[in-house]
């Protein structure tokens, strides 16, 4: 089945960091969604990809999709406190429709004080 | 986006009982999915509730241990059978939004089984 391995699995910096996630797929993915998840909360989408090579803002995030349509990569600038979770990658598991998802294994950041 | 709610949030359960979760829709979609997140892991889909036909499972999902409803196009139930602390996990409820082509989740229910 399709797997989603995220890299690195865990992230220790200082707060104003820029940060840097990769997620990887050993088939092709026609769309890359980016979520993040809170302590005692649901994943929250971040950032949707449709196309490959796009690359995509939301305010200090960017996110692209790879080339090869295997990759997709994730990045914050100048990190700030609230930028702490888990951000997990996800794409579809049919050709049809992105609701039915596979998730990354997720890449936990940690903002040392 | 969509809003989906889920309750309970949290809960402690005896193994060998059963809990169902609820999960609510702040408009009509025709698929909802249920996923289980098991401690420090990733998001795994359990099923996906297909209003008016039986729930589709996945690959090691079984109707018996995860009876689902979908009695109309904004609610859904998950139930938890026969609980062991196995099942100690959090379930999550998604659904797309309007434009169907993101999924959107609920804030989780924590299971803990004893």
């Known amino acids: 089945g399709q797997q989603l391995n995220q890299s690195p699995q865990s992230m220790f910096i200082q707060e104003g960091e820029d940060v840097s996630m990769n997620c990887t797929s050993s088939s092709i993915f026609n769309t890359w969604l980016w979520y993040k998840q809170d302590p005692g909360e649901g994943p929250v989408l971040l950032i949707a990809?449709?196309?490959?090579?796009e690359l995509t803002s939301n305010g200090r995030l960017t996110a692209q999709f790879g080339i090869t349509r295997k990759d997709s990569f994730l990045n914050i600038s100048a990190s700030i406190p609230s930028d702490v979770g888990i951000y997990f990658c996800?794409?579809?598991?049919?050709?049809?429709?992105?609701?039915?998802?596979?998730f990354g294994t997720g890449t936990r950041l940690t903002i040392i004080p | 986006s969509a809003v989906i709610s889920q309750k309970p949030s949290r809960d402690i359960c005896q193994r060998g009982t059963s809990l169902t979760i609820q999960c609510q829709v702040d408009?009509?979609?025709?698929?909802m999915f249920w996923y289980r997140q098991q401690p420090g892991q990733s998001l795994t889909l359990i099923a996906t509730a297909n209003q008016g036909s039986e729930a589709t499972y996945e690959s090691g999902f079984v109707i018996d241990k995860f009876p689902i409803s979908r009695p109309n196009l904004t609610f859904s139930t998950l139930t938890v059978s026969n609980m062991s602390p196995e099942d100690s996990s959090i379930y999550l409820c998604s659904a797309p939004g309007t434009a169907n082509t993101e999924a959107f989740f609920g804030q989780g229910t924590r299971l803990t089984v004893v």
């Open positions: 990809l449709y196309k490959a090579g």
């Open positions: 408009s009509q979609v025709t698929m």
């Open positions: 996800a794409g579809p598991r049919d050709y049809f429709g992105n609701e039915k998802l596979t």
